[in-house]
């Protein structure tokens, strides 16, 4: 026995020799395919222990083996950039392939369809282009493929439909622009699909898709969806979620669809859909149904009543009639309900709010009548009371005082009365509190919520005084208590709120002198105090605060002199009318434009005729000085009705110094901040050797100004007579400007204009604009400009596209309402000493030289101002557009690094220029809805989301065009809807 041993031992080495070595081969081969493709994919910091070794390289943690044959390739948030090259396809026992969330670039090699074991594709978030290519039914057992968030385009191949293992298909975020074929309704195992947000050429939801009765997904929303929903996709019994929200489907909503059992989430919202609900429901799992903004009419169905699980209803923006059942305010789940804008009458289910947690509640622009629900708050969730525009009526219900989490309350013009519960005024989150246009009696309280930030109540029957005690109103930014019983002083606490900037107290009964001391009212603009029974003077404080635009002291009892500091605000609104003032006004409000201004005070005069007002009679003052007043006021007639006469002449003339201290009335100023130059300052600048700049639309001056070192003036001539329209059009758009505050936005100090010239003067920015500075080789060489050129380096050209990033920012998310730029480009954006970005000229040029004239603005203008550091890459074809230029280079995946200019190319900075660059393509999609907004590329700027990969992140997907208005119903859904985006298992 024991001598056969050693020879069996023997064998069976030998054996198990023989196999490992053939094993071990293969072994090698395949790890060779992976040290391969770190070096294809520049050798990424996560894939460091990629290294030739002993070991095997199915321990490495991205990969698992079966028998040693490499199975899975989990390569997900690897950070890897580059292409997937064809070797890939070497692993051929691949079952899992995961690149989810990379930086992968280029097309989808065909080669990968070699890969015949293939289960499971996940090449989502990534820069993926190009369609996809033919023959991808040769991945037969694939169950599940995840290209979404990618970049791919054109049709969708009807090969899709042969894979018949397919249980999850993510298309959605994609630039697919061509068709989808009905043949996906074949893969009868399929459970989700997901193909929302693409451009698709208008086209209907297939019937075909009603075959599949394993669906437990269906999300196309956003996709150019036409036509009608199939009456037959009630026959789709697994479906969980639907959205087919943000197409274009018309007709009715099927009746079908009510009945599916396993439904929990419909969302149809924002289509043109019509008809009527279906009345019959007995889809008893839903919890979410959005249905606003379609032309639904008739009534809210009865059933809905029966939806125990129930936590969102939105409604909004259809037209329903009829009153809303009262078993919807039985709903144990609602914590959602919005259905303003509507025809909605008779009352509001009085149990609402009363058996459920309810958050939000939305009935605005109705005909609502009746009182507010009795137990709105009683759960405490409650967020928002918006009930505007109904007829509503009663005394405010009780719950609504310690209502801890309530942040608005918008119930204006309907019939309230009563007095505002005392908690409800220090309800600790309130923000808005907007009650204007109803029958509410009381006084104010000594104490409001200090998180109280707008405050409508005007147009109701108030009274006492105004007593502002404490500091607990001291976040006020708003206060409109126009129109109501208030009587008693202007309290001297009222002037120390440092936020307020809306202060109208007109039409009240108040009475006494103004606070002489204004303690911090430094950002108030619109300040009415009209019609009251306000007396003594005018105190000189009002002529320090700097962001008053708008003044009304109208029909009150002021009397004594105009403080002639007013002069110096330059209001562009300010009544001062039926009054008691005395004295001459203030010089730079001797112009038509004020022409109403100070009606109706006889004792107020002034010098020139042209106003309504009589002429000052100074004999008492110095009478050698008159006779000069005469004269230059004949003269500036004289030079009036010459002009008038001969118009065109004038816009020939240069505007000259003749009218340098008596200006024409037809001149307007508006002035946006404390000056101390006056107009002659800016119009005896206006000289040929002061230019610095000319352009389509203008030319630019340099001028000398009292106090502001220098100002830029533009000047901007329309050759024909601007029609009214577009002129008011320009004045408004002046006006918002000059209200801007930003660091990064220069300053509009002023406008000085008539019907044939705009004067546009700005803070002078001594390092000029960007273009000057990238693009002064090619213009002027020699000059100074272009010896700076290296000056710009990449740190300072950061700097100027985090700055520029940050003002547009500004305009788009902070401003209210939004501003557009329009033609943001690099001549655009200035440069001040520190070299820190301005955004100037905000398409007034534009504006005023009609659409034909536009020749010399650039096609390629608009966004491409976001790509000023962009442009540190050469330029490709003279004649092509840089953005397409650019766009192609990364298409053909062709290293960023080879088009960043050599002057500035620093090794430190390689990955963030090229970031920037990829950033700058982005912006400039052609398509706006792929481009990134302020917000996404600011913090990409600033370097606080590096792992930003496309135009098309998950956060996008927050984005939802419609806006409840209180904004909560939208996350409720979304968080709902992303939920199973989640993973594969199918
Ligand atoms: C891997 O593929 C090879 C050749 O294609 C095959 O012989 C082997 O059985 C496969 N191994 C596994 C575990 O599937
Ligand atoms: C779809 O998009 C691709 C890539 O942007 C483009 O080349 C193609 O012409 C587009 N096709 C259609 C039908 O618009």
């Known amino acids: 026995m024991s001598g056969k041993k050693p020879i069996f031992l023997l064998i069976h080495f030998l054996i198990r020799f023989l196999f490992q070595h053939a094993d071990s081969k293969f072994h090698d081969q395949e790890q060779a395919v992976l040290l391969r493709l770190k070096q294809h994919w520049q050798n990424p910091l996560s894939l460091e222990h ?37 070797f890939l396809s070497h692993l051929k026992n691949l079952t899992f392939l995961n690149f989810y969330n990379n930086n992968i670039v280029g097309k989808i090699p065909v080669a990968l369809y ?55 298909l993510y298309l959605n975020d994609n630039l697919f622009n061509g068709t989808f074929p009905p043949e996906i309704g074949n893969l009868s195992k399929l459970e989700q699909l997901y193909m929302a947000r693409n451009g698709f050429l208008p086209s209907k939801l297939p019937s075909n898709f009603t075959q599949l009765k394993k669906l437990k997904m269906l999300w196309i929303a956003g996709a150019n969806l036409i036509g009608e929903i199939p009456q037959m996709i009630g026959e789709m019994v697994a479906l969980e979620h639907l959205n087919l929200s943000e197409n274009e489907l018309t007709g009715n909503i099927p009746g079908s669809l009510f009945m599916l059992m396993n439904l929990r989430l419909l969302y149809l919202y924002i289509n043109k859909l019509s008809g009527e609900i279906p009345q019959v429901v007995e889809a008893l799992n839903l919890t979410f149904v959005d249905l606003s903004q379609n032309n639904l009419t008739g009534t809210i169905p009865v059933d809905f009543g029966k939806l125990d699980k129930l936590s969102g209803l939105n409604l ?58 009795e137990y709105l708050c009683h759960g405490g969730s409650l967020r928002g009371v918006v009930a505007f525009d109904n007829k509503l009526g009663g005394e405010l219900p009780k719950s609504l005082e310690n209502c801890s989490r309530l942040r608005t309350v918008r119930i204006l013009n ?33 104490e409001v919520s200090t998180s109280l930030l707008r405050l409508e109540m005007s147009n109701n029957r108030f009274s006492g005084s105004i007593t502002i005690e404490g500091d607990s109103w001291r976040n006020l930014v708003v206060f409109n208590a126009s129109n109501n019983l208030f009587t008693g002083a202007i309290p001297q606490e009222l002037t120390t709120l440092r936020n307020l900037t809306v202060l109208l107290l007109d039409k009240n009964q108040l009475n006494g002198e103004l606070p002489s001391d204004i303690m911090s009212w430094k950002s108030l603009n619109i300040l009415n105090l009209s019609q009251n029974q306000l007396s003594g003077q005018i105190p000189e404080k009002f002529g320090f605060l700097p962001g008053l635009v708008t003044l009304d002291l109208s029909d009150n009892q002021f009397s004594g002199k105009i403080p002639p500091q007013l002069g110096s605000l330059r209001l562009p609104f300010l009544n001062l009318s039926s009054n008691h003032l005395m004295g001459q006004i203030p010089t730079e409000y001797e112009n038509v434009a004020y022409a109403t201004s100070f009606l109706n005070n006889p004792g107020l005069c002034t010098r020139r005729s042209s106003l309504y007002l009589k002429v000052c009679n100074s004999r008492p003052q110095k009478p050698s000085k008159t006779s000069t007043q005469f004269l230059a006021l004949i003269l500036s ?13 004038f816009i020939t003339i240069r505007v000259h110094r003749k009218i340098n201290h008596i200006l024409d009335p037809e001149w307007k100023f508006i002035h946006f901040h404390m000056l101390n130059f006056t107009e002659s300052d800016i119009f005896s600048g206006l000289k040929e050797r002061n230019l610095i700049g000319s352009g389509g639309s203008g030319q630019v001056y340099r001028v000398a100004a009292n106090g502001f ?58 390092n000029h604009s960007l273009d000057q500075w990238l693009h002064s080789e090619k213009k002027a060489k020699g000059s100074s400009a272009s010896m700076n050129h290296v000056a710009l380096d990449w740190s300072k050209r950061l700097q100027i596209a985090v700055g520029a990033a940050q003002g547009l920012c500004y305009l788009h998310h902070d401003c209210s309402p939004p501003i557009v730029h329009r033609d943001v480009k690099s001549s655009n954006i200035l440069l001040d000493s520190h070299f820190n970005a301005k955004i100037a000229d905000f398409g007034l040029a534009r504006m005023l030289v009609k659409q034909g004239e536009l020749a010399t603005v650039s096609a390629v203008a608009g966004s491409l101002g976001y790509m000023a550091p962009g442009k540190a890459a050469n330029y490709g074809d ?46 400039t999609s052609i398509l706006p809805s792929e481009r990134p907004n302020m917000k996404e590329i600011l913090q990409i700027l600033l370097g606080r989301n590096p792992r930003w990969v496309c135009g098309r992140k998950n956060m996008r997907h927050a984005e939802h065009a419609s806006t409840p208005l209180l904004n909560s119903s939208k996350s409720e859904r979304l968080a709902e809807s992303d939920g199973s985006l989640a993973s594969c298992n199918g």
Not at 52 to 79: A, G
Not at 339 to 365: C, K, M, Q
Not at 416 to 445: C, H, K, R, Y
Not at 893 to 918: A, N, Q, R, S, Y
């Open 709 to 766: 070192g220098s100002v830029a003036v533009k000047r901007i001539s329309n050759h024909r007579n601007s029609d009214q329209k577009l002129e008011k059009e320009f004045l408004a758009e002046i006006e918002i400007l000059g209200t801007l505050r930003h660091l990064n936005i220069v300053k509009l100090l002023c406008c000085i204009s008539n019907d044939n010239s705009k004067l546009l003067v700005y803070e002078y920015m001594e």
């Open 114 to 168: 070699n890969l015949s074991k293939l289960e499971i594709l996940d090449l989502s978030q990534n820069c993926v282009v190009g369609t996809i290519p033919d023959g991808i039914d040769r991945l037969a057992r694939l169950s599940c493929l995840k290209l979404h968030a990618n970049n791919l385009s054109g049709d969708i191949p009807a090969a899709i439909g042969r894979i018949p293992e397919l249980r999850t």
């Open 878 to 923: 003279e004649d092509t557009c840089l953005a397409k230029w650019a766009w192609r280079h990364m298409q053909e995946e062709k290293p960023i690094v080879d088009v960043l200019d050599e002057e500035i190319k620093e090794p430190c900075c390689v990955d963030e220029m090229g970031v920037v660059f990829k950033l700058g393509v982005f912006c």
């Open 316 to 373: 909004f923006f259809n037209q329903l009639s009829g009153e809303i059942p009262e078993s919807i305010g039985r709903l144990p789940a609602l914590k959602f309900f919005s259905v303003f804008s509507n025809n909605l009458s008779g009352s509001i289910p009085p149990d609402l709010g009363r058996y459920s947690a309810l958050e939000t509640f939305e009935v605005a622009s109705n005909r609502l009548t009746g009182n507010l629900p």
């Open 50 to 86: 990629w290294t030739p070794s002993n070991t095997s390289h199915c321990t490495w943690p991205e990969v698992v083996c079966t028998n040693n044959y490499i199975t899975q390739l989990i390569l997900d948030n690897k950070n890897i950039s580059g292409t997937i090259p064809p």
């Open 414 to 446: 309907n019939a309230f009365f009563g007095n505002i519960p005392v908690g409800l005024w220090t309800a600790s989150n309130l923000q808005q509190l907007m009650i204007s246009d109803n029958s509410f009696t009381g006084e104010l309280p000594n």
């Open 637 to 649: 007639s004289l030079i009036a009705a010459f002009l008038f006469a001969s118009l065109f002449a």
